[in-house]
């Protein structure tokens, strides 16, 4: 379940994988809240993210991070709720596991966003129509506008390229 080998550029160093593991994942946590992530959900999803198991239950990552299970049991509700992690069960067993949602889990968050991309074009598009763009406000609204559609509208085709990129990068093809 845990990281099993120490990455140091240091010969010296002596520290236990799974510090090196958990120093990381507080360090990964704290961009990821910068982010918007609350703090508990980003330590959880930096784990899982890193870690070396396929799936965790819910004891396996208050263990690992070494926090109370009661401060996982939100973490992993928020980040199923959001789509980061996916909840399954194993035939016969009673504890639910949780693991990354998609295999390209930064291509399944980025397509996420378009919806989200599009409700704000939507939205931004009733100020202009309401406020008109011949006045400042409106002008930036409708610069706001266009580059929600631009965004939208090129996500596809950039994440298009990304999995072209990941072929040739991983799978050498």
């Not at 980025?110 to 309401?130: C, D, H, I, N």
Request: no cysteine; net charge neutral; aromatic share 10%.
């Amino acid at each position: 379940m845990l990281y099993s080998a120490a990455v140091s550029a240091d010969p010296q160093d002596t520290e236990a994988p799974d510090d090196v593991l958990l120093r990381f994942v507080e360090r990964f946590a704290v961009v990821l809240g910068e982010a918007g992530l609350p703090r508990m959900p980003a330590r959880v999803f930096a784990y899982v993210l890193a870690d070396d198991a396929d799936r965790y239950t819910a004891a396996e990552l208050a263990l690992g991070l070494r926090v109370s299970p009661a401060a996982i049991s939100g973490a992993v509700r928020w980040l199923v709720r959001v789509g980061l992690l996916g909840k399954e069960r194993a035939p016969g067993s009673r504890a639910d596991q949780y693991r990354i949602y998609d295999d390209d889990v930064w291509y399944a968050i980025s397509m996420q966003r378009v919806p989200l991309l599009r409700r704000w074009e939507e939205s931004v598009a009733e100020g202009v129509a309401a406020l008109g763009s011949d006045r400042p406000g409106g002008r930036r609204l409708r610069e706001t506008q266009e580059f929600f559609a631009f965004i939208r509208t090129d996500t596809p085709r950039m994440l298009q390229r990304w999995q072209e990129h990941k072929r040739r990068v991983f799978d050498g093809s």
